[in-house]
């Protein structure tokens, strides 16, 4: 999708939705409600407003759940509900691949964070065989980075971003499909503010790039952000963010199992995402962790569904697009 300098769309986006009503990876219920509530606030008519063609492709069924993994035992019994994660990421993973093949922009609706197991490595299958290079921002407090052999919790969750990133530990997940691993460099964690120990090394020596709250406080947002974006500007790149409520301040989106205080504030993710408008590099969206049942009076949906619309090109006022260099 190109943009003019007026920060509108040269042409309308064909714009993908798919519910993924998944709340088994997450530790606390709720989460299988949250693309009803994106719905509820009006996400597809307002990017249909913005002039782009919205299908709705409703809600995955719950699958039936896996049997044999095929991981190693000690693996398998740190997982909490292993089947069922298994099922839904290999369900979430044909879906994502058909969707971005069909050549539209995917938004994948959930559900807790597991589900990017099947987002991203179905995105990343296309992009491979498209020759685009895959990028991956993860709007999140926590890095997503445990294994079986580090997680504190079992909840499968908190193991999206090692997974997508290849961890062998956790291959047996996709069965049959093929996978494609991110390159651990292409994956910046942003807004990261809570991180398990065992997790920081792992990042680190991974080199998977962050800019923590700490770096975000200190410069904005702008900085960090359009050094990313710098670097993977020109050529064929493919962005998928993933946009975990989490990443805002609880105090502003507090539908979300996971609250951590000293998240984004309501302008810096605005800003976030009028940015990445302005980049054009963003080729699939997922919005995740809405808890309905932990929101107040649908406060978090209508936040998320306002971001997505900057996302798409909404803003105050047009104005000609401005790229700030860093050195």
Request: aromatic content about 4%; glycine content about 12%; hydrophobic content about 40%.
């Amino acid at each position: 999708m190109g943009w003019t300098d007026s920060g509108k769309p040269r042409r309308s986006a064909r714009v993908s939705l798919l519910g993924i009503p998944l709340e088994l990876g997450a530790g606390e219920a709720g989460s299988v409600m949250g693309p009803a509530a994106l719905r509820t606030a009006g996400l597809p008519a307002l990017l249909a407003e913005l002039g782009h063609d919205v299908a709705d492709h409703g809600d995955l069924p719950h699958p039936a759940p896996v049997g044999d993994i095929g991981m190693a035992p000690a693996d398998a019994a740190a997982c909490r509900n292993l089947g069922h994660i298994a099922a839904w990421t290999r369900l979430i993973h044909d879906h994502a691949y058909l969707m971005a093949r069909d050549g539209g922009f995917p938004i994948f609706l959930g559900g807790d964070h597991s589900m990017s197991m099947g987002t991203v490595s179905g995105i990343a299958r296309h992009c491979r065989e498209e020759g685009r290079e895959l990028f991956v921002l993860w709007l999140d407090a926590h890095a997503d980075f445990n294994t079986p052999a580090t997680t504190p919790s079992g909840n499968m969750h908190g193991m999206s971003v090692a997974f997508a990133c290849g961890d062998r530990s956790l291959r047996p997940l996709l069965g049959d499909r093929p996978f494609v691993p991110v390159k651990a460099g292409n994956v910046h964690l942003f807004g990261l503010r809570s991180i398990d120990p065992t997790e920081r090394e792992a990042v680190q020596a991974h080199g998977i790039q962050v800019s923590d709250m700490r770096a975000i406080d200190e410069s904005g947002v702008s900085i960090p952000l359009q050094r990313m974006l710098d670097r993977i500007d020109g050529g064929k790149a493919h962005l998928h963010v993933s946009l975990d409520v989490d990443f805002i301040d609880p105090g502003l989106a507090p539908g979300v199992g996971t609250t951590v205080p000293g998240g984004a504030t309501y302008r810096e993710a605005h800003l976030i995402m009028e940015m990445l408008h302005d980049s054009g590099l963003v080729g699939s969206l997922d919005i995740v962790e809405l808890n309905p049942f932990l929101d107040e009076r649908g406060k978090s949906a209508r936040l998320l569904t306002e971001l997505a619309a900057s996302l798409f090109g909404r803003t105050i006022i047009d104005r000609p697009a401005r790229r700030i260099r860093v050195a």
